[in-house]
């Protein structure tokens, strides 16, 4: 995987935290600046854990799957996006509220977990490739990290309508990705 395949699959996965991250920020207009970067921190944190979970366990099952690591990678990472972009169209027809009363500990950890999830499935597609996980994990806490630092910042300036944007834009991104590198098994 290049860099730019591995800067869109991060770029691509950071759009949940993203998301939530201007949320936050658009709910709480005063949200503290220390809060904000806990967040941030937080989300970059479990974002680059959670492929090398992932990873670790799709390594314990490389050798049975090696012939089907393509399709692996295009499955979940289709389902990945597709999840992201049924969620992204949900929200918006959805009249209820999503703010979290307040943005505790408690809430940012749940958070980090819920926005994470797939960069698991993600890491276990990275094993299937054999793809060198300290970068990429390293790689995807980085950009979420800094997409995160960006959706607070704008979060209380624009609206509802760009989170929704966001989640959009990553689910096209890994489903992208999951098409490539199908294709690029199929005819090599």
């Not at 994990?137 to 800094?146: D, E, Y």
């Not at 959706?151 to 990553?170: R, V």
Request: net charge negative; charged share 10%.
């Amino acid at each position: 995987m290049n860099t730019f395949t591995l800067f869109l699959l991060a770029l691509g996965l950071s759009m949940d935290a993203f998301a939530v991250s201007v949320s936050n920020s658009m709910c709480h207009k005063d949200l503290p600046r220390r809060t904000a970067l806990v967040t941030s921190l937080m989300f970059g944190l479990f974002q680059g854990m959670m492929p090398v979970i992932g990873y670790v366990a799709g390594r314990a099952f490389a050798d049975a799957v090696s012939a089907l690591d393509h399709w692996i990678a295009f499955v979940l990472l289709g389902y990945i996006g597709g999840k992201m972009l049924v969620d992204a169209v949900r929200e918006w027809n959805s009249e209820e509220d999503s703010c979290p009363a307040a943005v505790t500990m408690g809430v940012i950890l749940t958070q980090a977990v819920a926005t994470s999830i797939d960069a698991l499935a993600v890491g276990v597609s990275l094993a299937a490739l054999d793809i060198r996980i300290t970068t990429a994990a390293s790689f995807i806490a980085c950009v979420t990290f800094l997409c995160c630092v960006a959706g607070h910042a704008i979060g209380a300036k624009f609206g509802k309508i760009l989170g929704s944007w966001a989640q959009i834009f990553g689910g096209v991104i890994l489903v992208g990705i999951g098409s490539k590198i199908l294709i690029e098994h199929l005819f090599s």
